[in-house]
């Protein structure tokens, strides 16, 4: 998956972020979704962690799971 770095047009928030073919992302910050995407510096390697955890944290805000293991899965939808 491409990382991509975007800055928020609605808040000015700047992240990182996996895209994967056809999502659309999402500000963390307000969930806005009018990005200008930036010229990406590679991750280093104790932040991919982090963005990993920020890209699993707004696929179970936008209702898809599909990053998540089953046992994560069954917890979140209980
Ligand atoms: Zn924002």
């Known amino acids: 998956m491409p990382l991509y770095d975007y800055l928020c047009?609605?808040?000015?928030?700047?992240?990182?972020?996996?895209?994967r073919a056809g999502a659309t992302p999402a500000c963390p910050q307000c969930g806005g979704t009018a990005l200008d995407k930036q010229v990406s510096a590679p991750a280093a390697p104790g932040k991919s962690k982090a963005i990993v955890a920020a890209a699993r944290r707004q696929a179970a805000r936008e209702g898809h799971f599909s990053q998540y293991s089953a046992a994560e899965r069954n917890k979140l939808l209980r």
């Open 9 to 19: 047009q609605a808040c000015g928030h700047r992240f990182e972020t996996l895209v």
